[in-house]
């Protein structure tokens, strides 16, 4: 549980620049009449969650594309890679996906280039797209913040370069942690020429896990890759992305991707018992399971953050940045007003009313507002006179997320047993 003691937005600067005004002096004798408004009008609007950003190769244009159904992949692929990439939309869009952002890797970058006759990916790609998504958002239309962002075709990469693929992945989740999203990352189907199998899955999953060296909650990691019509393995993290977003259509952001509201459409290439799953599990490694033939769910919803972090599930890490982006992009309205008591009581009330909202939806703890959130802004208690001087308004904003409950208890009690 969030600690509600400290401010998880505490210490953000939402406002720059902001001056006091100076109330006009009378000259001269008479009557005056002065204008005085009647309050700042602030509202903090929610953002999309679940915008899904898919790095690839196989992309026809030098900027990024946005599709929103499967049969636009065609006119904008390249011919040898259509399949391929098509096979991922598919697997995104199947599985509940609305809009996808394509973004094109280009080989001719130069930096960090790694050449595979499957894939072309570049460390330097994954830096431009923190630049092209990140950064200041301006005008007066609402911006779509990246949520996920997913690289698949690094996966088959990893079967014959591992290190290589894993410094890819870590390159995407230092940029989801730029951007406040989610990386998604697959397991390969092979690892070091080894087939993932019944004797040895669990091995290769933790050894891929340990070979990331990930430790971020921006990060989850999946293990298996899903199998194809032609029962061939496919990663599986368009099919998660999809899956996140029909969830948040229908439940929201903090509701975990896992469980029955998860289903696959397609069956995953390794199964693991409930043992594996109990060693798979704590290493933050999710699983798929299949229960008495019916379709399979996703079975796990741990990001790759240390255990006991406050943001060790996806929906907390997912509800938190939604939380951030939110009230950072509303209260850009509120540049260069005067940093004083109207502004600070404005800021203060338009996020209480937002997160009382998200509060009667479901989306924190709590059976009164006060015990699911707090907002704190104001002079001697998140800012100081030198950070009013320099134009800085500090709001200082905690509140307390749902869990998954992964482990529920329950006590039964038998009577009538003689001694």
Not at 353 to 376: D, K, M, S, Y
Request: overall charge negative.
């Amino acid at each position: 549980m969030i600690n509600r003691r400290q401010g998880l937005l505490g210490g953000a600067a939402f406002a720059a620049g902001l001056t006091s005004a100076s109330a006009q002096v009378p000259l001269s004798p008479g009557v005056y009449i002065e204008e005085v408004p009647s309050g700042l009008r602030l509202k903090v609007g929610a953002l999309e969650t679940s915008q899904t950003l898919m790095v690839t190769a196989h992309l026809n244009s030098k900027e990024p594309v946005l599709i929103t159904k499967p049969g636009e992949v065609a006119g904008v692929a390249k011919p040898a890679g259509l399949d391929e990439l098509q096979q991922n939309v598919d697997l995104f869009f199947g599985h509940g996906g609305r809009s996808l952002h394509l973004f094109p890797v280009l080989e001719d970058q130069g930096q960090g280039l790694l050449a595979h006759e499957l894939t072309h990916i570049t460390l330097q790609s994954l830096a431009d797209m923190g630049q092209l998504f990140g950064g200041d958002w301006k005008g007066s239309q609402r911006p779509l913040p990246i949520g996920l962002i997913l690289v698949p075709e690094v996966a088959k990469l990893a079967d014959a370069q591992p290190d290589e693929a894993a410094e890819l992945y870590r390159e995407a989740t230092r940029t989801a942690e730029a951007l406040g999203a989610l990386a998604i990352i697959d397991t390969p189907a092979r690892i070091d020429g080894m087939a993932f199998g019944a004797n040895n899955a669990v091995t290769d999953a933790r050894d891929w896990r340990a070979r990331l060296a990930i430790n971020s909650s921006h990060a989850a990691l999946y293990g298996h890759q899903l199998t194809d019509r032609d029962g061939q393995p496919v990663p599986i993290s368009p099919a998660i992305a999809g899956l996140i977003t029909r969830v948040d259509g229908n439940r929201g952001v903090w509701k975990a991707p896992a469980g029955t509201y998860a289903t696959l459409r397609q069956r995953p290439a390794q199964r693991y018992t409930t043992a594996d799953m109990q060693v798979l599990n704590p290493e933050g490694i999710n699983t798929v399971r299949e229960v008495g033939g019916r379709a399979p769910v996703v079975w796990g919803s741990r990001t790759l953050a240390p255990s006991g972090s406050e943001t060790l599930y996806i929906p907390t890490r997912r509800t938190l940045d939604h939380i951030t982006h939110s009230v950072r992009w509303s209260l850009q309205a509120v540049v260069f007003e005067p940093n004083d008591e109207p502004l600070w009581e404005a800021s203060r009330r338009a996020i209480e009313n937002f997160l009382t909202r998200l509060w009667r939806q479901g989306a924190l703890q709590g059976t009164r507002p006060e015990q699911a959130f707090f907002v704190r802004c104001g002079l001697g208690e998140t800012m100081t006179e030198d950070d009013i001087d320099n134009g800085r308004m500090i709001v200082n904003v905690g509140f307390a997320p749902l869990q998954p409950a992964e482990f529920i208890v329950q006590n039964i009690e038998f009577e009538g047993f003689t001694s």
